[in-house]
């Protein structure tokens, strides 16, 4: 064997390790409240996802990748929107957002102020919020 690893090199395969976020799910409309004292705290960012599409499932994939920053400076939420769109539209009406899918939603002190859909969404703007 290691005279074919002198010829063909050895397999490196060098995937990065997958990070482990630290996701909070949102399944209720209680949490709404809690949310948005929370974000007069630090700031809450909102992941609305659609299990079923693939969009979303890559600007996910891409959030996630990108993601980098110290996790106790923000709470993460992710919302299936299939099971869960009740919440979404209260999300939409309480902080007045249009919905969409997928689509980030960052809250600082009870308020919306960055929101972004599809290849918009750009993990690398919450360091801007903290």
């Known amino acids: 064997m ?3 690893k002198k010829i063909f090199g050895e397999n490196k395969n060098t995937k990065e390790p997958k990070k ?3 996701w909070i799910s949102l399944t209720s409309l209680d949490q709404l409240e809690n949310i948005s004292k929370e974000s007069h705290i630090k700031p809450v960012a909102i992941f609305k996802h659609s299990t ?3 969009i979303s499932r890559m600007a ?3 959030f996630e990748k990108q993601l980098n920053i110290e996790m106790s400076s923000v709470s993460l939420y992710y919302l299936d929107l299939l ?3 009740e ?3 209260e999300i939409a009406s309480r902080f007045k957002v249009y919905h969409q899918s997928p689509q980030l939603i960052i809250l600082k002190n009870g308020t919306a102020i960055q929101k972004s859909s599809h290849h918009d969404i750009d993990a690398t703007i919450l360091v801007n919020y903290i």
């Open 87 to 89: 919440i979404s539209n």
């Open 60 to 62: 996910l994939r891409q």
């Open 52 to 54: 079923r599409c693939g």
């Open 20 to 22: 482990q976020i630290p």
């Open 2 to 4: 290691s005279f074919l």
């Open 83 to 85: 099971v869960y769109r």
